[in-house]
């Protein structure tokens, strides 16, 4: 049995409860209201939109439409990196891509060839929404690692200037900040990992439950795609200090951000 179809305007039901948050809000101060608004608004038309731009490539399924769509997901997420931590377009952009994308990619095509066993292993269907899943935690995870790093340098600035003036290199003065970075990334989805199936029943195996799956046929997907989360989350996020790290110091091993 298929997933139940649902009206285009049903969701506009949901109002029911945004206005009681509104309301709330606007009673206590707390601005949210606006973010809220704006937040559901854009998700909406951006959802809309990906849905009619993903039925025309699921047909097509061509390698290269689907590759340039995986590529123009990556440029987002590192996109959005660098404004949400602060770092510069020109010098960072391009070591967020390739932090977000070498290891995401490798996980992806891995799970398709030999987890999957996938004849066309860029077939649109599996690469492009498991790919999307790996980016968005990968986004997450980023942003909290890189913001870790970075703050926590700048804070501890006198520190990180004594570590140098004993003699110690660049890579050994920033460990231990490096080290936190690396625990602050990976804490959330270990714990999310841990208490999946006690606390939540994830969106990925939801769905495919609810477009007539197997169970026990979505828990094996769900175990493949959140083993994958954590390896491509883990090495995304040493992909990225190192490689923004490279031009984030002077000549001097002064942090230059």
């Known amino acids: 049995m ?3 179809e649902i009206p285009f305007y049903t ?5 029911i409860f945004v206005v009681p948050m509104a309301i709330i809000n606007y009673k206590l101060g707390i601005g949210l209201n606006k973010r809220i608004i704006y937040a559901l608004f854009r998700m909406t038309i951006q959802l809309v939109l ?6 025309y490539i699921f047909l097509f399924n061509n390698l290269w439409v689907n590759s340039a769509y995986v590529i123009f997901m990556i440029g987002a997420a590192a996109l959005s990196t660098v404004k949400t931590c602060g770092l ?6 391009l070591p967020i891509v390739i932090g977000f994308g070498f290891p995401n990619l490798v996980m992806i095509l891995f799970i398709n060839q030999f987890v999957i066993g996938l004849s066309n292993i860029f077939d649109a269907q599996y690469y492009i929404p498991l790919m999307g ?3 968005g935690n990968s986004l997450s995870g980023n942003i909290i690692g890189i913001n870790t790093f970075y703050s926590g340098l700048k804070q501890n600035e006198r520190e990180y200037q004594y570590r140098l003036a004993l003699s110690g290199n660049q890579w050994e003065s920033t460990l231990p900040w490096y080290k936190e970075a690396i625990t602050g990334c990976m804490n959330p989805i270990i714990a999310s990992t841990e208490t999946i199936g006690l606390v939540s029943l994830p969106g990925m195996m939801t769905g495919q439950i609810l477009g007539g799956s197997m169970p026990m046929t979505a828990i094996f997907y769900q175990i493949v795609i959140m083993g994958a989360i954590l390896i491509s989350r883990y090495f995304g996020i ?20």
């Open 50 to 55: 990906v849905g009619f731009f993903l039925q």
């Open 2 to 4: 298929g997933v139940q």
């Open 88 to 93: 510069t377009i020109k010098n960072q952009f």
């Open 133 to 135: 899943m790996l980016l």
């Open 11 to 15: 969701p506009l039901y949901l109002l």
């Open 238 to 257: 040493h992909f990225s200090i190192l490689l923004t790290r490279k031009k984030a110091f002077d000549d001097y091993d002064r942090l230059s951000l």
